[in-house]
């Protein structure tokens, strides 16, 4: 039986192989992005992106923090962030962190098995100490970071985190099929 995936797909590209397995599971976009379109989901932090996400008639469910979303509470398509229980002690701010680190937190709030992180902007050091943690906290959750260059993602030498290329990823569906 194949684990329940969650995909987050942040600001980058998006590789074609994960694009295409991404419609048959759930897709959560971080912020505004030409994938919006085919998402389940869309995580901001920012009114402003929430703005051009209402003016563009989205039809994926926008969720956003709580400061932000008591403007839009009586929007249609717009809902809260979930308070996220196990970050508390962390001190966990929705509108200090990236839309990129919501999305990775609602994935695994939501109880991913794995989540597979495409296009996600790891080259700022703070980005990537964050996901590491989160990473950390959520050490029975597999993580998959597809991206063209995998070595700068070396550094996070965690268990449950995996980095692929494109044919790494396609061989790995191809064998979980």
């Given amino acids: 039986m194949q684990k329940e995936l969650i995909f987050v797909f942040g600001q980058g590209n998006i590789a074609p192989a994960v694009l295409e397995h991404s419609r048959?599971?759930?897709?959560?976009?971080?912020?505004?992005?030409?994938?919006?379109?085919?998402?389940?989901?869309?995580?901001?932090n920012d009114p402003k992106q929430l703005d051009q996400l209402?003016?563009?008639?989205?039809?994926?469910?926008?969720?956003?923090?709580k400061n932000i979303y008591a403007k839009y509470a009586f929007f249609k398509g717009v809902e809260c962030l979930p308070y996220f229980e196990d970050l508390v002690s962390y001190k966990w701010d929705p509108h200090a962190v990236s839309d990129q680190l919501c999305s990775v937190a609602l994935a695994a709030w939501m109880g991913a098995n794995t989540i597979v992180m495409a296009g996600y902007e790891m080259q700022d050091r703070k980005e990537r100490d964050n996901v590491r943690a989160m990473m950390t906290l959520y050490s029975a959750i597999e993580f998959i970071a597809v991206s063209k260059d995998t070595q700068k993602l070396d550094d996070i030498k965690l268990s449950n985190f995996t980095t692929m290329d494109q044919p790494q990823y396609k061989q790995r569906m191809r064998s979980n099929a």
């Fill in 54 to 65: 209402m003016a563009n008639s989205c039809k994926a469910t926008i969720l956003a923090p």
């Fill in 24 to 44: 048959q599971h759930t897709l959560i976009t971080a912020g505004v992005q030409k994938h919006n379109n085919i998402a389940n989901l869309i995580c901001v």
